[in-house]
């Protein structure tokens, strides 16, 4: 375990894999700790120098006062890489994860390659979360416990048939979130930030290739939102998972870790650029 720090604020990361390789990033979605990224920390860091930060809010890291913003995020990323000692990386990010990774190209110079899974550019024309959805995921049903709050409000967010034929998989995941999700002041202050991610005007600017990923099932980002993201970057590769769902990288990791390593390792970091 690692630790960086920006603005007071102790922001905890994991690295993995060979020290002389290419690093590779990858940023959590709303709420959710460095474990989601499991399956793909796995494989590829066995090629890759594998960077997992945790969130501010989120696991170890501090959790300070809110709401956050998505550019504080990004200045927390960026003191990560700093401490790091990463000159360049490719970055991963879902959901949440993807508005950091697209406001940290913006405004930072260390971002080789953008993989954005199950997000959206911000903006007027950008579909939001479907209502019914945005309530399930803030609701407490009454007389639950936090297991049983954990799975209802993680249901729109995967296949109706998940729960039942991946049991193993779902008590797992409801493990680590109760050791690391943000606790529910954290959860809102990183709500807010996502609330107020807007980049759709400023995409143009970014030069690094990006890669697309997005179920076409998505409950919580609707897959609308990645035609708008591949549209507005200058260099994307879109690809659509068909009938994936929002924890698609959970869901089907394999699909996922597969497109990742075609994608990094037809945009390589030469040596002396990491």
């Not at 989601?36 to 090629?47: D, G, I, P, V």
């Not at 143009?204 to 409950?219: C, F, N, Q, Y």
Request: hydrophobic share 45%.
């Amino acid at each position: 375990m690692h630790t960086a720090t920006n603005d007071g604020v102790s922001l905890a990361y994991e690295v993995d894999g060979p020290v002389d390789a290419e690093p590779v990033v990858f940023l959590e979605g709303l709420g959710y700790g460095r474990w989601m990224w499991r399956r793909q920390r796995e494989a590829l860091s066995r090629e890759y120098r594998t960077i997992l930060p945790d969130n501010r809010g989120t696991g170890d890291s501090d959790a300070p006062p809110g709401p956050y913003s998505i550019p504080e995020l990004a200045a927390d990323l960026e003191a990560v890489l700093a401490d790091a000692g990463v000159d360049r990386a490719h970055l991963v990010g879902a959901s949440m994860g993807g508005m950091i990774a697209k406001r940290y190209a913006v405004e930072y110079d260390r971002a080789a390659t953008l993989s954005l899974l199950c997000t959206t550019p911000g903006g007027d024309e950008a579909v939001p979360v479907p209502e019914e959805t945005r309530e399930r995921m803030f609701d407490v049903p009454p007389g639950a416990d936090e297991r049983e709050t954990i799975r209802h409000r993680m249901a729109p967010a995967v296949s109706d048939s998940f729960y039942a034929e991946r049991p193993d998989l779902v008590e797992w995941i409801v493990d680590r979130r109760l050791e690391t999700d943000a606790s529910e002041a954290a959860r809102a202050a990183q709500a807010a930030a996502v609330e107020a991610f807007d980049a759709a005007d400023e995409l143009a600017a970014v030069e690094a290739p990006a890669l697309v990923l997005h179920g076409t099932a998505d409950r919580v980002v609707p897959v609308e939102n990645a035609d708008l993201l591949a549209a507005a970057l200058p260099d994307a590769r879109l690809e659509l998972r068909e009938g994936g769902h929002h924890l698609f990288f959970l869901e089907e990791a394999s699909w996922v870790t597969d497109r990742l390593r075609d994608f990094l390792a037809a945009n390589p970091i030469p040596a002396g650029g990491r």
